[in-house]
């Protein structure tokens, strides 16, 4: 009767099934073509599998349907609150135990609704893909569904996705509602359109899920036409969302009922699994169904089995003799264990069954019965015993990943030898194995220029040069040697101890280090490569400390491993962008005494420009990071200490794990205010760490997720520019953003809530209570700027305590402010600091004073702290820069001071059982005491030698983090006992690449350097060898040096304004001048004239000019008696030596600086046009031609111009007159110089001809001729940008600069001359880097083109 129902069934819908599966074959087809790019892009997303396999799996489309007749119950509830339109639930949540038919129930119901053309998309969580684990790819995913199943929505589905893929950061809830509710709010029809959510529960991150239901129910409302059926575990995360809400039916709805089991369901479908298997009886199907005890997941099991298994008459036997007693879990076991002996024919081949099951368990990804076969080359029983093991396990085809079925079979088999019964998998032997298959796997395959994208006679590519990245990966590489790459070092840092593996993990180490790091990089998956490396670091650091076994891990071995980590960290910024310069600039910065680096160093040789240099690069216990390309502005720990927020000048914000070092995310981006000002500030973390909070721009709050760095919702947008923090609220649903007026958004609904409006208070900051119960305001009075406070008031009600009488509170700088003001951990007292430097205490609950004490005059500089101690009734505060006050909290009496450090504190932090207390400062250790007795302590860190910008310390003491003055980015994990900075000498005075004023070369290929504030030395650029220094009595150091041009003198002037003057052969000086009194600001030029017969000076405002032969003084100049309030400040002598040019912020001055016959001459200068803004010419370059005395160049920001800056030719005569502009899109250069011959401009990178009419963009391989005197080019045309180092001839990157070499405006403080560019190290050394075999290389390219 049922067989022949079936088949009626099946004749009656075949028709229908056919054309629907050729429409959506069709649909998708077109869909594919029209999406190539962002499908490629999501096929390497999974470490392992390939895209096809995942969105089968996330589909739906292999798992079971019902069979007819079953779960008929459950089926007509979900049909009958389907077809209800006017029931207001749209959430049916069917909710039940691991193994009782949600998945089936669920592709059951979506196969209905997708042949009735009323299924929008559907999505279902399993633990079988990592794309299935997360709800990062679930909207897209089912958009992608929703266009195929509603091909009407199709175009706009896939202009939106094009969309988001151009955002940086797209937050879940904006991508569910562009891609799923607004386009099926848009669908035209009268029917409800369906969404089916699948084991919710197997998404792994609880606040995803809590994201994704949150979501749902928050735009569900406003789709009247559209429901969802999802389905999960009972989890207690997901019960407390769907129970409280009223859109969800179902909840009390359950699948297995242990005292009424569905008897008649486990009938019909054990009948219609085995009633046509001949040797399975009447008699055993009843035994089954009896045993089964109603759990699906039982009978299903036993059914796979039957149906293909070749033991058929042994599992019959095995089955009859079970019984029904004992619980489902005994059951399952027993059951479990019968397939496994089963599988077991070959007494003999124990050893290859459970090596089989240990790889198929401990993958970090499903792998394929293909890998595991090249994993165990020499087990030639994978495939039979996948296929004897089917009924627990998916996929039998080669190439797709296997599929542990259910999680029950993962339990059993890692539960205990005595569960297990002989098949226990054992994690570290089984990792022992992976690892030993990953590496040999890796030795195989890996080499340089994996995919064979570096053309000898091209530059090294940059990753987004590639096109179709994806799809080279997937063609030339197999899922084993991805799996491989992607999971070598977890399984070797989880495996048991073990000489033979450390010895090939140590190989791979020594010999295919780069060419992993180049393979990840392609892949885009370098946080897991850095999260590999740092599991091995650690595990072997463990091991070590624990006294591993003899021979089996080397200190030196320990050290490898060390720097192949720091080596990814260091130069993951520049590795992330350019596989191929793993072998170049990212080798070329390791230290020489490095046991890993020096071989790839021989062997790569060829890849790398010269180097020259004396200095030695060490890499102390730190991580070294770096993202940024301009200074680091903000440094802000998680209280948890696990996550790094950095904000870089550039307008860039970057997350890192400080565990790993790796950058979480993408970085956010915001374009630049203004030269000096980044437009991101202000961040901050939730009290747990979990999200983070800044501002762009003043007018705008983003709130991201910590752990993913990822936005959560739209941004938060109001009229008021201000610069205070946002602070998270005690639930973490809301913010309290400084301002004026004060705003509370929830940042759920994005909507405001009440906040007390003072239409003459403007808060600066604000800082809640840890009870959630007040906010303390802190800010000034629009009246008088000059006047500060602190306003308490209720969170809840928004109501001030007591009437409004703002406490006397005192502030200075904005970004210190909040440290002038705190909470005690109970919430019972609140301190402030005031004007005259005393701390005053008063209640949290009121803001009454209770006691104030201490007093002192401020310094607007210091950084001042008021902080309690979180475990007992202490109090600290810093009254002077060098010493720290420890008193009680109630009375103010003081218990200690703590004195030692002699920079003011950039931390203030006590130990956790608030027993000590740590100073951070600028100086190179974190000083501790005991809080008490005020007795000094060990301190927790020592040994950096280099002057600290910023640090911060985590609250439990165990991350460390400091930007030097050479602006890097250290991590120290005071956990682990890296205490200890770098060894260098710190006597030795330390250096950064900005303001460093550098001379040369000239004859002999020579450079003069500073060499300590008193000195100057000469450095062969062949050689790097000194010769010789310059001694200069002035202890206030160098601001510019120069060499006359046929290098007979050198010429040094100091911040005193003294000008020296040395004979370059013989090293003696032949004259101190003095330009101005007194110390100025400003770095001045410093050059002589073309024939070396005139020296010019300017500085503060102050031009002079001396002739070389008599030393005395032939012209000056002095913005004061100019009767201009801007400072001068001059470019070039003209090639006759008549006139000097200048600049004075806002016009041209042109000198003549010609003498009458009575030695005078006119200190009045002609004038150009006045700029069309205050600083048009600030910071400007210029230049006169070599060749005609009347023509000037000047390189000048642009302003009101489609340009970023602009080159102005001016004519020289009577007056000035400008001549010609001709706009750049490059930044204003100091490099701006003529051609020997006068016919062409250079500036920077760029070069024009201006003997044509207009002036025209010179381009080419190669510069012009006549900029190349007796083989040494006039004019450098290398440029800084972004971090990297771009070439005008040919036009395009070169190199990215490692990080210990970057420095705030580096494009203009760049020292570049010929083919090379010099940078000071921190230790004062030169560094010379010589681009020519790069050009050349670029130069081969382009000719054979």
């Not at 569900?220 to 769907?242: C, E, M, N």
């Not at 991590?971 to 900005?994: C, Q």
């Not at 040369?1000 to 450079?1007: A, I, K, R, T, Y």
């Not at 309030?1125 to 600049?1143: E, K, P, R, T, W």
Request: hydrophobic fraction near 40%.
């Amino acid at each position: 009767m049922i067989e022949n129902a079936w088949q009626v069934y099946t004749i009656a819908i075949k028709g229908s099934i056919v054309s629907k599966i050729t429409r959506v074959e069709k649909d998708l087809v077109s869909y594919n073509q029209s999406s190539p790019k962002l499908l490629a892009s999501r096929q390497t997303q999974d470490n392992y599998g390939t895209t096809g396999s995942d969105f089968d799996i996330a589909r739906g489309e292999r798992v079971e349907l019902c069979e007819e007749g079953t779960r008929e119950d459950i089926l007509k509830a979900v049909r009958t609150w389907a077809a209800d339109t006017r029931m207001q639930r749209q959430i049916f949540w069917l909710n039940d135990a691991a193994g009782t038919g949600k998945s089936t129930v669920a592709a059951t119901i979506a196969r209905e609704w997708l042949l009735q053309n009323r299924l929008g998309g559907r999505f279902f969580f399993s633990p079988n893909s990592k794309m299935t684990q997360t709800t990062k790819e679930f909207c897209v995913t089912i958009a992608e569904d929703i266009a195929v199943n509603q091909p009407t929505l199709a175009p706009i589905i896939r202009e939106t996705i094009k969309e988001l893929g151009q955002e940086q950061h797209s937050w879940f809830d904006v991508q569910l509602q562009r891609l799923v509710f607004d386009p099926l709010r848009g669908l035209e029809t009268n029917r409800c359109i369906f969404l089916v959510v699948d084991a919710l529960d197997n998404c792994t991150n609880i606040e995803e899920r809590g994201e994704l239901l949150n979501a749902l129910i928050r735009h569900l409302p406003s789709a009247h036409h559209l429901k969802v059926l999802l389905t999960s575990r009972p989890l207690q995360d997901i019960s407390v969302i769907l129970r409280e809400s009223p859109l969800v039916y179902g909840s009390d709805i359950q699948l297995l009922d242990i005292r009424n089991p569905p008897h008649s369901d486990i009938v019909i479908y054990v009948e219609r699994k085995l009633g046509k298997v001949a040797s399975v009886s009447s008699e055993h199907r009843g035994v089954i169904i009896s045993n089964s005890g109603g759990l699906f997941l039982y009978a299903a099991t036993i059914c796979r089995m039957l149906e293909k298994s070749r033991h058929r008459s042994e599992i019959l036997r095995v089955i009859s003799e079970q019984g029904t007693t004992g619980s489902i879990e005994k059951r399952m076991d027993w059951l479990y264990l019968s397939i496994l002996k089963q599988a077991r024919v070959d007494p003999n081949a124990d050893d290859l069954l459970i090596s089989v099951l240990s790889m198929i368990i401990i993958a970090y990804q499903p792998i394929s019965i293909n890998t595991i076969s090249i994993f165990l080359p020499d087990n030639l029983q994978v495939d039979a015993f996948v296929q004897d093991l089917v009924s627990v396990l998916k996929d039998g085809n080669p190439d797709r990943p296997i599929k542990v079925l259910h999680p029950t079979f993962r339990e059993f088999l890692l539960s205990n030898r005595e569960r297990a019964n002989g098949f226990l998998v054992d994690p570290s032997s089984s990792c022992l194995t992976m690892a030993t298959a990953c590496i040999t796997t890796l030795e195989r395959m890996l080499d340089y220029d994996i995919f064979n994208l570096d053309d000898p006679n091209r530059l090294l590519a940059r990753n987004s040069d590639v096109a179709d990245i994806e799809q080279i990966i997937l063609r030339q590489t197999t899922a084993a040697e991805r799996y491989a790459s992607a999971y070598w070092a977890h399984h070797a840092a989880e495996s048991e101890i073990s000489p033979e593996l450390w010895t090939r993990v140590m190989i791979l180490l020594s010999q295919k280090l780069l060419n992993w790091v180049e393979l990840m990089s392609w892949r885009g998956s370098m946080v897991s490569c850095i999260e590999g490396l740092s599991h091995l670091y650690r595990f072997a650091t463990a091991q070590r400390s624990a006294g591993s076994e003899p021979g089996s891990l080397t200190l030196r071995d320990l050290v490898a491993i060390r720097h192949a980590y720091q080596f990814v960290v260091r130069h993951q910024g520049i590795i992330i962008n350019s596989a191929l310069q793993t072998y170049s600039i990212a080798l070329l910065f390791t230290p020489i005494q490095s046991p890993l680096f020096e071989s790839y160093r021989k062997r790569y040789r060829f890849l790398q420009p010269k180097l020259i240099t004396s200095n030695v690069i060490r890499w102390d216990n730190s991580m070294t990071i770096g993202g940024h390309s301009d200074r680091v502005e903000e440094l802000v720990l998680s209280p948890d200490g696990t996550r790094l927020i950095t904000v870089g000048m550039e307008g860039k914000l970057c997350l890192w794990s400080t565990e790993t070092g790796a950058m979480i995310g993408q970085p956010f981006r915001a374009t630049r205010v203004g030269r000096f000002l980044s437009p991101i500030g202000m961040c901050t973390f939730s009290s747990d760490g979990q999200r983070f909070a800044f501002r762009v721009r003043g007018r705008e709050i983003h709130v991201f997720d910590s752990k993913r760095g990822r936005s959560i919702h739209p941004p938060l947008t109001w009229d008021y520019i201000g610069y205070g923090r946002a602070t998270f609220t005690s639930t973490l649903s809301s913010v309290v953003l400084a301002g004026h007026p004060i705003r509370h958004w929830d940042i759920e609904t994005q909507q405001e809530i009440q906040t007390p409006v003072e239409p003459t208070f403007i808060a600066d900051d604000v800082l809640i209570s840890p009870d959630g119960q007040r906010v303390a305001s802190v800010g000034h009075f629009s009246d008088n700027n000059d006047r500060h406070g602190v306003v308490l008031w209720s969170l809840a009600t928004s109501e001030y305590f007591g009437p409004y009488e703002p406490l006397d509170g005192y502030c200075t700088s904005r970004e210190h402010r909040k440290t002038f003001i705190s909470f005690s951990p109970d919430s019972t007292r609140l301190a402030t600091w005031l004007a005259d430097g005393s701390v005053q205490l008063r209640k949290g609950t009121t803001g009454e004073e209770i006691a104030r004490f201490g007093t002192r005059a401020m310094n607007s500089d210091d950084r001042t702290y008021v902080l309690f101690c979180p475990l007992n009734q202490h109090l600290a505060y810093n009254p002077t820069a060098n010493q720290v006050i420890v008193c009680e909290q109630v009375t103010g009496k003081k218990v200690s001071t703590l004195r030692g450090h002699e920079s003011c504190p950039l931390s203030i932090s006590f130990s956790s059982d608030g027993q000590r207390l740590a100073v951070a400062s600028h100086e190179n250790r974190v000083y501790v005491w005991a809080v008490v007795t005020g007795e000094p302590l060990k301190s927790i860190f020592v040994g950096v030698d280099q002057y600290i910008s910023q640090c911060s310390l985590s609250s439990d003491w165990g991350v460390f983090v400091t930007i030097t003055d050479d602006h890097q980015i250290h991590l120290y994990n005071l956990r682990e006992g890296s205490e200890f900075g770098e060894t260098d000498d710190a006597s030795k005075e330390r250096y950064t690449n900005e303001c460093i004023p550098i001379a040369g070369p000239c004859v002999g290929n020579l450079l003069v350097i500073p060499d300590g504030r008193c000195s100057l030395r000469l450095w062969n650029t062949v050689t790097a060898d000194s010769h010789g220094h310059l001694d200069i009595d002035d202890p206030s150091g160098v601001v510019q040096v120069a060499f006359s041009p046929e290098g007979r003198m050198i010429a040094a002037l100091s911040a005193r304004n003294w000008v020296y003057i040395w004979d370059s052969d013989t090293l003696v000086l032949l004259q101190k001048l003095l330009l101005l009194g007194g110390h100025s600001q400003g770095e001045g030029r410093l050059f002589f004239s073309a024939n070396s017969s005139l020296i010019v000076a300017c500085r503060g405002g102050v031009a002079r000019i001396w002739d070389t032969q008599t030393m005395k003084p032939v012209f000056q100049c002095d913005n004061k008696k100019e009767g201009t309030n801007f400072m001068i400040q001059v470019y070039d002598l003209s090639c006759d030596s008549f006139h000097l040019a200048g600049v004075d912020g806002r016009q041209i001055h042109v000198w003549d600086i010609r003498s009458d016959e009575w030695g005078r001459y006119s200190t009045q200068p002609m004038l150009g046009p006045t700029g069309d803004y205050r600083n048009a010419y600030r910071g400007t370059s210029g230049a006169f031609s070599p060749v005609d005395p009347s023509l000037l160049a000047v390189n000048r920001y642009a302003q009101k111009e489609p340009w970023i800056s602009v080159i102005e030719l001016w004519r020289i005569r009577k007056d000035i007159q400008l001549t010609a502009k001709i706009g750049l899109s490059d930044s204003v250069s100091p490099r701006l110089s003529f051609s020997q011959d006068g016919k062409y401009v250079a500036c920077g990178a760029r070069c024009v001809n201006i003997n044509t009419d207009p002036p025209r963009f010179y381009t080419g391989i190669y510069p012009p001729n006549s900029f190349i005197n007796m083989g040494f080019q006039t004019h450098s045309f290398l440029v800084y940008r972004d971090g990297w180092i771009h070439s005008g001839f040919p036009d395009r990157p070169l190199l990215p600069i490692p990080i210990e070499l970057r420095s705030p405006e580096l494009d203009e403080q760049l020292f570049a001359f010929d083919e090379c560019i010099i940078f000071i190290s921190s230790t004062g050394e030169p560094i010379l880097i010589d681009f020519s075999p790069l050009l050349t290389r670029a130069r081969k390219s382009d000719s054979s083109i």
